[in-house]
């Protein structure tokens, strides 16, 4: 398809693909189930044969989300993963989101490049820390979020209250579109209230294959359920008086949130959620730029950079740069300007990522993730662009809270340590901080949570053979200033003032009654808690 001329046909087309576009993410409390779910979506959608034992991810030889060995040894996400997949005509992108606190910073990213979310709680332990944390950044983007029940498997709280949870801490009004028929720990199947009819579910092969579903009428499932149905309905009726009826504005207004009942591990309830997805889930649309003037989905290609992941490919140790296409056709070959430094270069390898699995990919649209290949210039935030120029909100960095101390465990082995280093910056794996003081021999690393340290020294030892060894700092809190603050704070006690590589003056204290004697005793400083400032250019 020619990007020299916006005709008819190519306008109609580009919004015929946008408008088959699903981009989400799931959003949860570390072992609520989220690459559990994964997998059944995955599996229903028939990208893959069979999903993991429901015995749990640790125990798995393989989960298509995961694939960094720590993710395996431990049973957690760590890094995102972009898988795509077909299902009724409708193109399905799903970000995988790290379900540990620790890796925030990710998930913060992904959800920069969603439409949607989907907000997996677990049915015996509601909302929980993490889930709200992901919760309030979903309500600053604006992102609408579906609500799934996990977990109705095993013995949890009473549906009635989970409810209440939710419309309480949300501030959401829960609009069932399914409702469990069967208490938590006896999960019978579903009343679908868009059809109106019993979908009675018989786990298959252990889980590992899709659930056998088979429906009935409501009078024939009251005589099938007796009272499991009578409950269903009569708690639903509840929700939907109290509330208000299914309404698809309220949703992507984010003043509602269809509710689901499923228990992933068993593919209960799945493809009801695809279903929603597919019906109510808001399409790719115009996306506002740094401005807040929304770029049409006709315009020439534009996207940006919200993760960068090297090591995926152990044979190549290369670097993939994941885009958000926003607008236009994006194809393999065309030559893209980057706006923040105005340089040009030809995606000539571009790739979709399943997991591990990658195929080449000719052409995406808005609402598409491409993976392009060894674009070791690209880091996340950037703005790409064809013919017209375009610059997307930066993704705002967090603020760290741990802080420690890096050195070369072999000297002879600097050069790798240097680059193994400013690699894991690039990707944010962690923030990296320089003072002439301390020289390039002992960077200082900044983290939201001390597990990214640990990936750091995995990293290190494997994928660039510099082991290292780190040692912590008694810093708690990081303020952005300026380079006065520099010989202001140079011999003050639990303080230090150090260059952040994007070119930000942070200072760290120890804690804040030492930051509140710096605010007295130096009232004209710059000191701006980070995530309220924009980042430098």
């Known amino acids: 398809m020619s990007q020299d001329v916006l005709t008819p046909a190519r306008i109609s087309a580009i919004h015929k693909e946008a408008g088959r576009r699903r981009t989400f993410a799931v959003i949860s409390h570390p072992d609520a189930g989220k690459s559990t779910l994964t997998e059944a979506l995955a599996l229903h959608a028939k990208v893959i044969g069979t999903a993991g034992a429901s015995s749990g991810k640790a125990n798995r030889k393989e989960t298509v989300s995961d694939w960094m060995q720590m993710e395996k040894d431990r049973g957690i996400s760590i890094s995102s993963a972009a898988l795509q997949f077909s299902y009724r005509d409708t193109v399905i992108n799903l970000l995988d989101t790290p379900g540990h606190a620790d890796f925030s910073e990710d998930t913060y990213r992904v959800l920069a490049a969603v439409d949607c979310a989907v907000m997996l709680v677990d049915a015996a332990k509601g909302l929980e820390t993490q889930t709200m944390k992901l919760f309030e950044v979903c309500k600053q983007r604006n992102l609408p979020i579906i609500t799934v029940i996990n977990k109705w498997d095993r013995p949890g709280l009473d549906a009635l209250a989970l409810m209440d949870e939710i419309t309480e801490r949300t501030g959401l009004q829960p609009m069932p579109l399914t409702w469990a028929v069967g208490i938590s720990g006896d999960f019978r199947g579903v009343w679908d209230l868009r059809n109106d009819r019993f979908a009675r579910f018989q786990r298959n092969n252990a889980g590992a294959q899709i659930a056998i579903t088979e429906y009935f009428t409501p009078e024939e499932a009251a005589e099938d359920q ?312």
């Open 226 to 537: 007796g009272s499991n149905w009578s409950d269903a309905v009569d708690e639903a009726g509840l929700v939907v008086e109290s509330n208000l009826e299914f309404d698809v504005e309220a949703f992507h207004a984010g003043q509602a949130t269809p509710i689901l009942f499923s228990s992933a591990a068993l593919n209960f309830g799945v493809k009801e959620l695809l279903d929603a997805l597919v019906d109510f889930a808001p399409p790719a649309a115009p996306r506002p730029d740094i401005d807040g003037n929304p770029r049409p989905v006709e315009s020439p290609f534009s996207g940006f950079v919200f993760k960068v992941q090297a090591g995926m490919n152990k044979a190549h140790r290369d670097h993939v740069a994941f885009i958000r296409v926003c607008s236009g056709v994006f194809e393999r070959g065309m030559v893209v300007t980057q706006t923040r430094t105005g340089k040009s270069f030809a995606t000539k390898y571009a790739q979709q990522v399943f997991g591990r699995e990658r195929e080449v990919i000719d052409e995406a649209y808005p609402g598409d993730v491409v993976g392009l290949v060894n674009a070791s210039s690209l880091r996340v935030g950037d703005s790409l662009f064809l013919d017209e120029a375009v610059e997307y909100p930066a993704i705002p960095l967090f603020a760290p809270e741990h802080f420690q101390v890096a050195r070369s465990k072999d000297p002879s082995k600097f050069k790798q340590f240097r680059r193994g280093i400013e690699q894991l910056e690039h990707e944010g794996v962690i923030q990296l901080l320089r003072s002439d003081l301390r020289g390039d021999q002992a960077p200082v690393l900044a983290a939201v949570g001390p597990m990214q340290f640990e990936v750091v020294e995995d990293r290190m030892a494997h994928d660039f053979s510099a082991p290292m060894r780190l040692e912590r700092l008694p810093y708690s809190l990081a303020r952005i200033t300026t380079a006065d603050a520099m010989p202001a704070l140079a011999n003050v006690p639990g303080a230090e003032v150090l260059l952040r590589s994007d070119g930000e003056y942070l200072a760290l204290f120890n804690d804040v009654w030492a930051l509140r004697r710096i605010e007295k005793n130096h009232p004209d400083l710059t000191l701006v808690p980070i995530g309220t400032h924009n980042p430098a250019k």
